[in-house]
Nanobody, 131 residues
Framework: EVQLVESGGELVQTGGSLRLSCAAS????????YGWFRQIPGKAREVVSCMNTDGSTYYADFVKGRFTVSSDNAKNTAYLQMSSLKPDDTATYYCAIVKAPAPICTYVGTSSNSAGLMNFWGKGTLVTVSS
């Protein structure tokens, strides 16, 4: 059974850091491009970052220099390291995968329907940044 399970979300103060994890099972994560998205109630899900199968990455402008995406093939897990967190980063964060070669993340990052390009989603983890 294909599964993506996010974890690591919690309450953190402005300026703090968090590392989110996305544990994959039922498939080999490195065979897929994967993305991190976020959503707040009443707003569309937006792409935060995306990693292609060749290791190239995309970052949304609002997280460049603050967030870093990575993965551990041995653990079949993706990570989103977040630093210098702001209250505007408060959201539920999701990981998602897409079976497509690079540079799919370029399209994920620039599409008006980036979430619609992804094939499978986790259930999300809540990040709350207090002011």
């Amino acid at each position: 059974e294909v599964q993506l399970v996010e974890s690591g979300g919690e309450l953190v103060q402005t300026g703090g850091s968090l590392r989110l994890s996305c544990a994959a099972s039922g498939f080999t994560l490195r065979d897929y491009a994967y993305g991190w998205f976020r959503q707040i109630p009443g707003k569309a899900r937006e792409v935060v970052s995306c990693m292609n199968t060749d290791g190239s990455t995309y970052y949304a402008d609002f997280v460049k220099g603050r967030f870093t995406v990575s993965s551990d093939n041995a653990k079949n897990t993706a990570y989103l390291q977040m630093s210098s967190l702001k209250p505007d980063d408060t959201a539920t964060y999701y990981c998602a995968i897409v079976k497509a070669p690079a540079p799919i993340c370029t399209y994920v990052g620039t599409s008006s329907n980036s979430a619609g390009l992804m094939n499978f989603w986790g259930k999300g983890t809540l990040v709350t940044v207090s002011s």
